[in-house]
């Protein structure tokens, strides 16, 4: 039986060579792909939400995995209807959100992983969304340091992308590459498994499921036609040119500054030298040249023209045509918009985007500095909004939803909003403008804890204040910090020691940058082992597992409590007898 890394590497090595997929269906049978999707997805928030059954991650064992092999040797794994549910938008409106049940997840993880590592080879390097060691960093980067002197941004947004995905179109799109008609079966049945609202069955006409495992690599195969188009189609028509034509008046100037120089007269070529720097010194205007930049993020696309504002709403045009009739999908009317680059800003992934031109903004020699460069920005909407979950009535309030936590957890929660807000920001070249938030986030935190321990936010303020060293050198910073008595390292939580200055090459640094080859390999080899962690009997274990490590904290906890609390594991490995045991505890618990 061949590892996890070797099939996946021999997916990626066909990909790579552009070879189509003819024995997808058969690694379905191989176990140690399914233990590889549990391990990657077991943690996730998600799998112990039940679906439209009651089943969860609680109880995953090798038996499990075994019968979903033999329905899959079979044909007969049939996925069940995802339980519909609805999260709020920033605009106010609802997003349906699928969730399935565990089983479907796990499939859908491993269908995930098989499709990911023979498709990414493949896909464009302009795509950033759902793909690993990409994302909106890297596509805002890329717009950042090679989209200079663009003159319009054509802003391109699908309308319910995930939910107007033509199934049959994508089962076509699949059979192009994958040449194994069980696999195209198995997915057809996942993308018509339906969904249940209020426990009323509603059938899937198309759409990938939102929430789905699956749905984000599923939804870049199909959007990997719109990258070719662009990429083969439009950006070879629409750029052309090695070089903008030099403009007549520049050269006219620069003549008349050399005539000056030879004759001595220094005033005239003082003049001369200064009318040149408020002149362009290629032609704006060149009718042979034209540039199309693109990138793209999920169902969120720009493109910058370098041109007149004809071409670019032809490129617009052509763009809604080709979604229309070769994807089955429509630009979203009111969020397509074609901006001028130097006098408007784009948004695009939360930034705005512009062309800057500051003929006044020199080097030491000189030279205008950032005439055409493009430049991020913080939009003012998302400051004010993020403000107004901190304040009330225009003023920083105290938050009672977190009042009741300990010290620890309060500087905990809002270091880690206000770390991740920060981090986004970074690449923005005003990203200073978040000292008003961090203001209005400090002060709420201060009020929050001076409000628990009914005190003054002066005397907090001083219990809490440190000064740490950073990269950057001694930094201020609020902190609080739990003992946890001989041998082990304090709990620290920080608010603070950021600091709000442009990073070109920003990385959010709360997670691994990069995807680890196989995670949580020390609960895959705990699986494998066979042995109870309660009982030590050997033989057909399961794993239990709980939400959070709060669980464990009882007055007087049972013995696996103990036991998971010392590990400090979410999870623990128990035979049948004794995990039946557990939860008749619990029940049992539950109804005192």
Known sequence: MQSAETVLGVLRERGRKGLPCTELYRQLFNPQIYLLAYGRIYSNKGSMTPGATRETVDGMSRAKIDRIIDAMRHERYRFSPA?????????????PLGLPTWSDKLVGEVVRLLLEAYYEPRFSDRS????????CHTALREVANTWAGTTWFIEGDISDCFGSLDHHRMIEILSGKVRDNRSLRLLRNMLKAGYLEDWVFNATLSGAPQGGCASPVLSNIYLHGLDEFVETVLIPEYTRGARRARNPAYLEVANALARARRRGNREEARRLRDRMRTLPSSDTHDPEYRRLRYVRYCDDHLLGFTGPKAEAEEIKQRLA????????????????????????????????ISVQHDDKQRTKRGHRAVNGAISLHVPASVIKAKIALYSKRGKPARRSQVIN???HDIVRIYGAEYRGVVQYYLLAGDVRRLHRLRWVMLTSMLKTLASKHHTSVRRIAVKHKAKIQTPHGPRTCFEAIVERGKGSTPLVARFGGIP?????????????????TYPRRELIDRLQRGKCELCQHTGEVEVHHVRNLKELDRAEPAQWRRVMAKRRRKTLVVCADCHDHIHHRESTSLTQ
């Not at 045509?321 to 695009?348: G, P, V, W």
């Not at 709000?500 to 680890?516: E, M």
């Open 321 to 352: 045509t080709f979604l229309r009739e070769d994807l089955k999908l429509e630009l979203s009317q009111d969020k397509t918009l074609i901006t001028h680059a130097r006098t408007n800003r784009a948004r695009f992934l939360g930034y705005e």
């Open 83 to 95: 339980r519909r549910t609805y999260i709020p938008k920033k605009n106010g409106k609802l997003r």
């Open 128 to 135: 950033h969304g759902f793909r690993p060691n990409r994302g």
């Open 500 to 516: 709000l200055r442009r990073q070109k090459n920003a990385v959010i640094t709360d997670r691994h940058p990069g995807r680890l």
């Open 405 to 407: 936590f300990s010290d």
